[in-house]
């Protein structure tokens, strides 16, 4: 049985996109940032909800976007600077709940963002070291095939072709070791995305939309 590489976990495919773009998969996909996002909405809706009970006509905006010109999620602190609460209390604790969620959101997405650049840099280590272990297999063998040639032309003794063929064998183990760290990165950057750029959306639910509305995620 022939064991191949599968081209769609490699490194250059992947690296390719950008950390930028790589960055907003990872925002838009790892279950990390769905279940702080998750979080940060319910800690909005409390803060609503104990506004409502004092208003119950004011209408609120979204608490949190995906900016698409920054690829990131960004927070909107939704609450009007309303005047003569009698509820105070139970809003500044629903406000501090919240502004411990948006904490956590904020220490995610930095999170992520910096395993992703660390994973891209990963994958450009190994393919360099993958380059440069081609290129010692190369050299080596064609090495190997000049001693050869001048062994059977009588103008060296057999150690040199020797010498040049264990120079071979290292070479290639070299290269070996140089792919499994190939794919061990490419590895690591997928698990870090969070899944592959060609599968369509993000996995979990968006928490922006009611979990059984038309066009809510699946």
């Known amino acids: 049985v022939a064991v191949a590489n599968d081209s769609t976990t490699d490194c250059a495919t992947l690296g390719a996109l950008g950390s930028d773009s790589l960055g907003a998969f990872a925002l838009t996909r790892r279950p990390e940032m769905g279940r702080v996002l998750a979080d940060y909405a319910a800690a909005e809706a409390e803060v609503r909800l104990e506004v409502a009970r004092q208003y119950p006509d004011l209408g609120l905006g979204p608490g ?11 927070l909107a602190l939704a609450l009007p600077n309303l005047l003569g609460f009698r509820n105070r209390a139970a809003i500044a604790q629903a406000e501090a709940a919240r ?9 995610t997405q930095e999170g992520l963002l910096a395993d992703v650049d660390a994973a891209v840099s990963r994958c450009r280590g190994a393919a360099l070291e993958r ?51 190939v794919a061990a990165a490419a590895g690591a950057l997928v698990s870090v995305v969070g899944n592959y750029p060609d599968l369509g959306p993000e996995r979990w639910p968006d928490p922006r939309e009611e979990p059984l509305s038309e066009g809510a995620s699946r």
Do not use: C
Not at 99 to 107: D, K
Not at 155 to 168: F, M, Q, Y
């Open 99 to 107: 502004a411990a969620a948006g904490a956590r959101v904020a220490e």
């Open 64 to 74: 949190f976007i995906w900016d698409q010109g920054v690829h990131r999620w960004t």
């Open 131 to 181: 380059t440069a272990a081609d290129s010692q297999v190369t050299l080596s063998a064609r090495a190997s095939a000049l001693a050869e040639a001048a062994y059977q032309r009588g103008e060296t003794s057999g150690l040199e072709p020797a010498l040049a063929g264990l120079a071979v064998v290292r070479a290639r183990r070299l290269q070996a070791a140089a792919l499994a760290h």
